[in-house]
T-cell receptor, first 116, second 113 residues
């Protein structure tokens, strides 16, 4: 059973516009959520995170929103730039509720393409 | 520079020939893990280690072994590789526990024929 779902395998956005990547989760024990960015031939790199006590976290052009009741989070990139073209993975953990040993559970990823 | 390194980056081998993929981190992290990435399946955890001499199975451990004799190293061992282990492998580490931000190595592309 997939506990972290990214239902859009790919997303195409025009340069300068907003990119919105979505992620849903099913495990109520998850209390920490992360987004990773991956370029071809490189390992995933950490982008931004949010704990379940918050509903928004912002870092420059990147903002993550968390809706706990809907078990949904989203990553907003504003404005989108060509260098943002990559695969984005959503991940979750039970970091604060004792499940930290299990590590991160990843979604399947969304390939974001920024068009000039 | 703080980093996770993996070797080799690319490997083509034949069924049944034992191989080891090395992983090393220089950040004094306690937690290390191995993932495999397959098309349409995302990243799946193979094994993880909370500290030296402490290892445990992840979601897809069959056909793999690991060891953690030193804090910085976490090699992945395939005793008898099979074609279904053809994949992209990533080593990762985090400061204290697996639920923290994990830092990934550059990946090892393995092909088993």
């Amino acid at each position: 059973d997939q506990q972290v779902k990214q239902n859009s395998p790919s997303l195409s956005v025009q340069e300068g516009r907003i990119s919105i990547l979505n992620c849903d989760y099913t495990n109520s024990m998850f209390d920490y959520f992360l987004w990773y960015k991956k370029y071809p031939a490189e390992g995933p790199t950490f982008l931004i995170s949010i704990s379940s006590i918050k509903d928004k976290n912002e870092d420059g052009r990147f903002t993550v929103f968390l809706n706990k009741s809907a078990k949904h989070l989203s990553l907003h990139i504003v404005p989108s730039q060509p260098g943002d073209s990559a695969v984005y993975f959503c991940a979750a953990s039970a970091r604060y509720s004792g499940g930290g040993a299990d590590g991160l559970t990843f979604g399947k990823g969304t390939h974001l393409i920024i068009q000039p | 520079e703080a980093q996770v390194t993996q070797n080799p980056r690319y490997l083509i081998t034949v069924t049944g020939k034992k191989l080891t993929v090395t992983c090393s981190q220089n950040m004094n992290h306690e937690y290390m893990s191995w993932y495999r990435q397959d098309p349409g399946l995302g990243l799946r955890q193979i094994y993880y280690s909370m500290n030296v001499e402490v290892t445990d199975k992840g979601d897809v451990p069959e056909g793999y072994k690991v060891s953690r004799k030193e804090k910085r190293n976490f090699p992945l061992i395939l005793e008898s590789p099979s074609p279904n282990q053809t994949s992209l492998y990533f080593c990762a580490s985090s400061f204290r526990q697996g639920g923290d931000e994990q830092y990934f190595g550059p990946g090892t592309r393995l092909t088993v024929t």
